[in-house]
Structure formats: C-alpha cells, structure tokens
C-alpha cells in the first residue's frame, strides 16, 4: 500500500485554499482557474508546472509549503523544505533586497513582476522572475504567512 499523496493531507488541503483565496484577494486573478473543489485546488497547486511557495509568520520565517516544481527547483525533500527558513533560499548578499521586497509585500499587500536570484541546496544559483509575492490571510483576515508564484527561472 503507498503513502497518500501530500496534496491529500489535510494540512495542505486547507493551505492551498488559503492561497487560493489570499492570490484572489490580493491581485483580483485565479491561482487556480476552474477548480473550486478544495482538494482538486491542492492537487493543481501541488502538480502545477510552476512554482509556489509559502513561508509562516515567525520571526525568522520558515517554508512551510512548496510545491513538486519548487521542490525539485530547490533540490530538496518536502521534509527539507518546511524546516528550511525562507531567508536561506537566497545566498547571503542577496538577503537584504528579499527582506526589502517582504517589508513591501507585508505593506502593500503584494508585489508582481519581482526578480531576483535564489540558491538551491546544493548551491546551484538560479534567478527567477515575473514573480507574484502576496501576503497570506487566514479566513478570519489575519496574516498568516507570505507567498510566492512564478513559472521562469534561469540558471546562473
């Protein structure tokens, strides 16, 4: 008997409706178009060809989702990913400019069409770009993390 999918946990099932539901409220578009049911949303996100990751709110952030394309991106497990803190994902002059670009998300609510280089685990360099980085709400309007798409990257 195989393990059940990890789109099917129940913890990503509800994560993917908040992202879902904040990427609306945040740009006006459709991370998922067509899909309503909650556990198809997470499967899309999961499988999507693009990437999306998501970090929680502790005072050094640590993934908490990323999906198939984000983890192969980054050369790392799921249980990897979600212990990584998201600052790790880029090299160290890099992180000044992302936190800028957090500080502005968590102002504005979130920020499209960002750029900028990140680093796998094993050190392989990569730049993304056209980027959407939105702030996640939980149902009751609180914040509860920040989020990133994007389907272009590069190697470096």
């Not at 945040?26 to 997470?42: E, F, K």
């Not at 280089?117 to 980027?131: D, E, L, Y």
Request: charged share 25%; with cysteine; proline share 6%.
């Amino acid at each position: 008997m195989s393990p059940e999918p990890l789109w099917k946990s129940e913890w990503v099932v509800s994560h993917s409706a908040c992202l879902v539901r904040s990427f609306r409220q945040c740009t006006g578009r459709d991370l998922v178009p067509g899909i309503t049911d909650a556990v198809g949303m997470a499967r899309f996100i999961y499988e999507a060809p693009f990437v999306v990751v998501s970090h929680g709110i502790e005072p050094d952030p640590v993934l908490n989702y990323g999906n198939r394309a984000a983890l192969r991106l980054w050369e790392m497990s799921w249980e990897e990913f979600t212990r990584t803190p998201s600052r790790l994902t880029a090299e160290a002059p890099d992180r000044v400019e992302r936190a800028r670009l957090l500080q502005a998300v968590s102002q504005h609510g979130c920020i499209e069409d960002y750029s900028g280089v990140r680093i796998s685990r094993t050190g392989r360099r990569f730049k993304i770009a056209r980027a959407t980085v939105w702030n996640l709400l939980s149902d009751s309007g609180e914040p509860c993390g920040q989020a990133a798409v994007f389907d272009q990257w590069q190697e470096l």
